[in-house]
């Protein structure tokens, strides 16, 4: 039998969803498009709908937009909080981390060597987002805002569902993969695979500073 929710767990539970500025939803907006993404891949691998794969794609930028307007929101209204940033940066993991390296696997970049750099490329997603959230406030210079990133953000991933929404649309997925399939150490490497681990590595920098606008 399940237990009814005690009325201190439930007025927690509300608290919690009182403490959601406006600019917080478009962040869930943009963690759904995320979860979406992920999905409409997974089911590509059963449905073998070239569709499906495109839609994915199409929802990478969907959910850049929502990135990007729940910054401007949260600067509008004045309403940005650790909480926001930590939202934040977990549904960036998702939409910009996750879902494009599941994009690639289902279109084909499925090798030993392939999987190996795609969680590669998450973990550097994750490092850099991590790295930001730690090092805001000093980057600030003790203002609101932060001045530069150390590293690629990681949203500039949408370039690479670009490429897969391409390559989609062209068909060059699975065996016709531009620039095909090598075998390394008994393990199949996609060389298409290699702008992730550049993009990671791009990520993790600490040399690269890009002024934020």
């Known amino acids: 039998?399940?237990?009814?929710?005690?009325?201190?767990?439930?007025?927690?539970?509300?608290?919690?969803i009182r403490g959601f500025h406006l600019a917080d939803f478009f962040t869930l907006g943009n963690a759904a498009c995320g979860v979406a993404a992920v999905l409409m891949a997974m089911r590509y691998l059963g449905t073998r709908d070239v569709a499906d794969l495109l839609v994915a794609a199409a929802l990478a930028p969907a959910a850049f937009v929502f990135d990007v307007l729940d910054g401007r929101i949260a600067r509008w209204r004045q309403t940005s909080s650790a909480l926001g940033r930590e939202l934040d940066s977990l549904a960036d993991v998702i939409s910009f981390g996750v879902a494009p390296a599941a994009l690639a696997f289902a279109c084909g970049m499925d090798g030993a060597w392939d999987a190996a750099i795609l969680v590669y490329f998450v973990c550097c997603g994750v490092s850099r987002l991590a790295r930001f959230n730690v090092t805001a406030e000093s980057l600030s210079g003790g203002g609101d805002k932060v001045k530069y990133f150390e590293g690629t953000p990681i949203p500039t991933s949408v370039v690479l569902t670009a490429v897969l929404a391409w390559a989609a649309w062209q068909g060059r997925i699975g065996e016709r993969l531009p620039g095909g399939a090598s075998s390394l150490l008994g393990g199949e490497l996609h060389p298409l695979v290699l702008i992730f681990a550049l993009s990671g590595t791009l990520m993790i920098s600490k040399t690269l500073r890009i002024p934020k606008l």
Request: net charge positive; hydrophobic share 40%; glycine share 0%.
């Open 1 to 16: 039998m399940t237990r009814a929710a005690s009325p201190e767990t439930a007025t927690k539970h509300f608290s919690m």
